[in-house]
């Protein structure tokens, strides 16, 4: 299967996105011939400075490789370096009825608040639609939130096909398993819009601070608690294995036991968890050449795909 998926580099990668989204990336280039890209096209829409959305778009890179994106196995690369795909937004763009992206919800919601919205983040779906077409994907791992669009970029292929013969493969979204919500330091679901996060590689010293600061209720020790409502159990179970989760479950419902004790031993786990990981950065951090070169050699591999999808469609529409 030819598997494609784009992440934002809006802000540091946190453990939400990692066991919600990169984890199964990598998962899925074991078996697949994947595409992932760093969304820095889509990130225009909300980052606005120049010197960040380019030291962002080089830390993406970095954690999806420290995290074992493997650049032999899947094409990694650059939104932006593919400027085929931009071309093909507004090919794709002429066929796209307002009625479609006005129900879009990012536009709507923003819209609902009476906040100020641009072009940009109105035609959001058909670039999107465009890097997943240009490449003719067949299967976009997405979280639940981008489904809709899955189905524009379908509504907009099937539209384009009806209008001028079959030129797109149509694309299945394939909803990552992330049913279980990574939650924040607060119990509110972990994100970077909420300054809840846990970052997979900030240093180790600052990020202890923030684990023993996580929220828990005020009841007294000796009282017995449930794990599975507790957020602070369910971090700690994106870590701990079978065994090491039964144990503390029991911990929880005796009762006797401080948070501080779960906390530590998270905070020691994910340590662990992650130390391979952080190695590795370390490594490429060493050697920015090779990032670059990796990126570049994504790049080159994306447009060349890019390219042919190109061609097709422009002699479909007769621009060529
Ligand atoms: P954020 O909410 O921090 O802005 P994004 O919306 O950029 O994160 O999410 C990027 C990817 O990570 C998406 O696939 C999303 O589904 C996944 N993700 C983000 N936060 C979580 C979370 N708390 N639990 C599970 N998955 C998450
Ligand atoms: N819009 C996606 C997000 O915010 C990122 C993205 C851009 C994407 N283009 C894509 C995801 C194509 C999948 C396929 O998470």
Redesign the pocket.
């Known amino acids: 299967m030819r598997v494609l998926s784009g992440?934002?580099p809006?802000?540091r990668f946190?453990?939400?996105?990692y066991?919600?989204?990169?984890q199964q990336y990598i998962q899925l280039q074991e078996e697949n011939e994947s595409y992932y890209f760093i969304a820095n096209l889509h990130a225009l829409t909300t980052v606005r400075d120049q010197e960040n959305l380019r030291r962002l778009t080089l830390d993406a890179a970095l954690d999806l490789l420290a995290l074992g994106l493997d650049p032999e196995r899947a094409t990694l690369f650059v939104q932006s370096d593919v400027p085929e795909v931009s071309e093909l937004t507004w090919l794709l763009m002429t066929g796209t009825s307002m009625g479609l992206l006005e129900r879009c919800h990012a536009y709507k919601e923003k819209k609902a608040r009476g906040l100020a919205s641009d072009a940009g983040l109105f035609t959001y779906p058909v670039l999107m639609a465009s890097d997943i077409l240009a490449y003719d994907s067949e299967v976009v791992p997405?979280?639940?939130?981008?489904i809709q669009h899955i189905e524009v970029c379908r509504d907009i292929a099937g539209s384009f096909n009806h209008l001028y013969g079959e030129t797109f493969v149509l694309p299945k979204a394939k909803v990552?398993q992330?049913t279980?919500?990574?939650?924040?330091t607060d119990g509110e679901?972990?994100?970077?819009?909420y300054d809840n996060?846990l970052e997979i590689f900030e240093p180790l010293k600052a990020q202890r601070k923030k684990i023993m600061r996580i929220t828990t209720d005020s009841r007294p020790m000796e009282d017995p608690k449930d794990p599975d409502t507790d957020h602070l159990f369910q971090l700690y179970s994106l870590f701990a294995d079978d065994s090491q989760q039964e144990e503390m479950a029991a911990k929880y419902r005796q009762g006797g036991f401080g948070y501080g004790e779960v906390k530590k031993n998270l905070a020691d786990l994910s340590e662990e968890y992650f130390q391979e990981a952080r190695q590795r950065r370390e490594e490429y951090q060493k050697d920015p050449e090779r990032v670059v070169e990796i990126l570049a050699e994504g790049a080159s591999r994306a447009r060349q795909q890019a390219a042919a999808v190109l061609r097709r469609v422009q002699l479909a529409c007769g621009v060529k």
């Not at 997405?142 to 981008?146: L, T, Y």
């Not at 679901?189 to 819009?193: H, I, T």
């Open positions: 992440i934002q809006t802000g946190h453990w939400g996105n066991f919600g989204a990169i997405v979280g639940e939130d981008q990552l992330s279980k919500k990574v939650p924040g679901k972990m994100s970077k819009s996060t």
